[in-house]
C-alpha cells in the first residue's frame, strides 16, 4: 500500500515561485510513474508533468519551461517546482503514483492508482 502527503497550501503573487513536495509511505517498486496534477475550481484534473523512477520527464505544453518535477529518491519524496506563477495556476495540485514501466507522455489521472490529499495553490495578480 502506498500512501502519499504533500505540503500546506500556500500563496503567490503573479509571477512568483513555490516549490510543493509529495512524501511517499509504503513500498515503492522500481518501476513506477509519479505525476502531478492540477485542478482549477470547477474543471477537472489535468495532467501537468510526470517523472519515472530513472529521472525521465514529461510536461503538459501549458507547463513546459515554467514546471520542474524531480524527485529525492533515497527520502521517498517528489517536488514541483513552480515558476513564473500565474493566476490560471490557482487551484488545487495533487501528486499521484502507479506501478508502470514507463511514464506516458499523455498525462492521465486514470492512470494513477494512488493520490495525495492535495495542496491549495492561490496566486493573486
Known amino acids: 500500500q502506498v500512501q502519499l502527503q504533500q505540503s500546506e497550501g500556500d500563496s503567490v503573487q503573479a509571477g512568483g515561485s513555490l516549490k510543493l513536495t509529495c512524501s511517499v509511505f509504503?513500498?515503492?517498486?522500481?518501476?513506477?510513474?509519479m505525476a502531478w496534477f492540477h485542478q482549477s475550481p470547477g474543471k477537472d484534473r489535468e495532467g501537468g508533468a510526470n517523472?519515472?523512477?530513472?529521472?525521465?520527464?514529461n510536461y503538459a505544453d501549458s507547463v513546459k519551461g515554467r514546471f520542474t518535477a524531480s524527485q529525492d529518491k533515497a527520502n521517498n519524496v517528489l517536488y514541483l517546482e513552480l515558476n513564473n506563477m500565474q493566476p490560471e495556476d490557482t487551484g488545487i495540485y495533487y501528486c499521484?503514483?502507479?506501478?508502470?514501466?514507463?511514464?506516458?507522455?499523455?498525462?492521465?489521472?486514470?492512470?494513477?492508482?494512488?493520490w495525495g490529499q492535495g495542496t491549495q495553490v492561490t496566486v493573486s495578480s
Open positions: 499521484a503514483a502507479a506501478y508502470l514501466t514507463y511514464c506516458s507522455g499523455n498525462i492521465v489521472a486514470s492512470d494513477f492508482n494512488y
Open positions: 509504503g513500498s515503492i517498486y522500481s518501476s513506477y510513474c
Open positions: 517523472i519515472e523512477s530513472d529521472g525521465s520527464t
